[in-house]
């Protein structure tokens, strides 16, 4: 919403001269005031924020010098500033709906009251959301192909977490675009008259698992780097999902601005080193399961992931990571967990794997993986809970480093650390693949991999 923006030359400072036009859909005017409510609204401890919170940062407040300037304060310099305020995670709110309940614009319906194309109508929950044109809108970005009204009256979002079902939703005609279809989907769909695929791969982070260094026996080198080395990734991607997915080499995608290629030839599959650094860890009998032992003990570990929010695919690379470190003598325990026992599971630690893909739009999301105050309890996504003081150093120096090839020289030093120590093993790129009726017409991908719903009209 901002016509420009300034830098100070040390930084801490971003002037934002904001449009004199939008407002949000409750009459409220997108001006400074706005600007700041929203983000003192994130940062505020009463609203007990996660990820937003750090997104923003070093944060320190707003200063509203006019009507539509704003200029934003830091502690500290913030490179990826610019960069977190274009995703979905910073979306502003009216300060309407910040006075009166903020504790319910999670809840979405009438209390998402935002500047979009579109109004959120209707809410039922574990069904469906519906959103209509709002009129008059006019302030589009110029990556849109219009910069008036959505041609759509009306879009519904309907929920369906199965596979099947939202794949048979698609193929009968009572759905017009299904998201997320999976690889194991598309050869079915690709046959289907009246259907085309519309995907891109994933930007950010690969699927990974990460090490729990400080859970035994991850916090020895020798039984990460044995872990990782037991694991032919490239082969399990293949196989499960036929050349439709890529394997990734890095924490980075090859995609994602900053990926430093040179990481691809550090590590890899070697069933032989990692049976050699198990035996020399210790781990030289085995017990009438075929798992190695020291003292007695099984060479166990557990995989903990939210049961609600794991994909079948994702569970498929799960039961085969687990019959493939077996090969060496590992247990892999899965642990299947409700939504609350896995936000505590991993703000306490008790876990030795974890596993997901966030996106991000260019390198700096590894300080949110790698950084040691980012841990998953406080709304970081360290989940392999490195505390590396040369990663700290790097990832804190290009916070401070404007230019964005010297962040990528620090991004690719990262990259190299935290697979070398083994602190994660980097698996496949999904693709955000949806299915389209042929009927739906301007149907593309933006930010994010998700659609510009305002450009789309049916046929």
Request: net charge neutral.
């Amino acid at each position: 919403m901002a016509k420009s923006w300034e830098i100070s030359d040390d930084g801490l400072r971003y002037t934002f001269q904001l449009r004199d036009d939008v407002t949000f859909h409750d009459g409220t005017p997108f001006n400074a005031e706005a600007v700041k409510a929203n983000f003192d609204h994130i940062v505020d401890p009463a609203t007990q924020s996660r990820n937003s919170k750090t997104l923003l940062g070093p944060y320190d407040r707003t200063e509203v010098t006019g009507d539509f300037t704003a200029v934003v304060h830091l502690k500290s310099p913030y490179s990826p500033l610019l960069g977190v305020l274009s995703s979905t995670y910073l979306s502003f709110h009216s300060p309407a709906v910040l006075r009166a309940n903020p504790a319910d614009i999670a809840s979405g319906g009438k209390f998402l009251v935002g500047t979009g194309p579109f109004v959120s109508s209707s809410l039922t929950s574990g069904q469906n959301a519906v959103f209509t044109r709002r009129p008059g809108y006019r302030w589009a970005p110029a990556s849109a192909g219009h910069p008036g009204e959505a041609y759509l009256d009306q879009y519904v979002v309907q929920f369906l977490a199965d596979d099947a079902a939202r794949v048979g939703a698609l193929t009968s005609g009572q759905l017009d675009v299904a998201d997320q279809i999976p690889a194991t989907r598309l050869a079915q769909l690709r046959g289907q008259p009246g259907i085309k695929l519309v995907s891109r791969e994933s930007v950010g982070s690969p699927f990974t698992y990460s090490l729990n260094v400080t859970k035994a026996p991850f916090t020895e080198r020798d039984v990460r780097i044995a872990f990782q080395s037991a694991v032919n990734a490239e082969a399990i991607t293949q196989g499960l999902f036929q050349g439709t997915y890529s394997n990734s080499r890095s924490v980075l995608t090859s995609s994602t601005p900053g990926y430093d290629k040179s990481v691809e030839g550090i590590w890899g599959y070697d069933k032989n080193r990692a049976i050699s650094l198990l035996e020399k860890a210790g781990f030289t009998t085995t017990d009438g399961d075929g798992y190695r032992t020291r003292n007695g003990e099984r060479l166990s570990v557990t995989l903990a992931f939210a049961a609600s929010f794991t994909s079948e695919e994702q569970r498929n690379y799960h039961t085969a990571l687990k019959d493939a470190v077996k090969q060496v003598g590992f247990e892999v325990v899965l642990r299947p967990l409700d939504t609350p026992s896995i936000v505590q599971a991993f703000a306490t630690g008790d876990y030795h794997l974890g596993s997901g893909s966030p996106s991000a739009i260019d390198g700096s999301i590894l300080r949110t993986l790698f950084y040691s105050s980012q841990l998953p309890g406080v709304g970081g996504a360290n989940a392999a809970r490195v505390n590396d003081p040369e990663v700290d150093g790097w990832l804190d120096e290009a916070l401070r480093t404007r230019d964005v090839a010297g962040q990528n020289v620090l991004y690719g030093k990262v990259q190299h650390k935290v697979l070398a120590e083994a602190y994660v093993l980097p698996t496949f790129v999904s693709k955000r693949t949806y299915g389209v009726q042929e009927r739906v017409q301007g149907f593309a991908l933006g930010a994010g991999n998700l659609p510009t719903l305002s450009d789309v009209w049916v046929s």
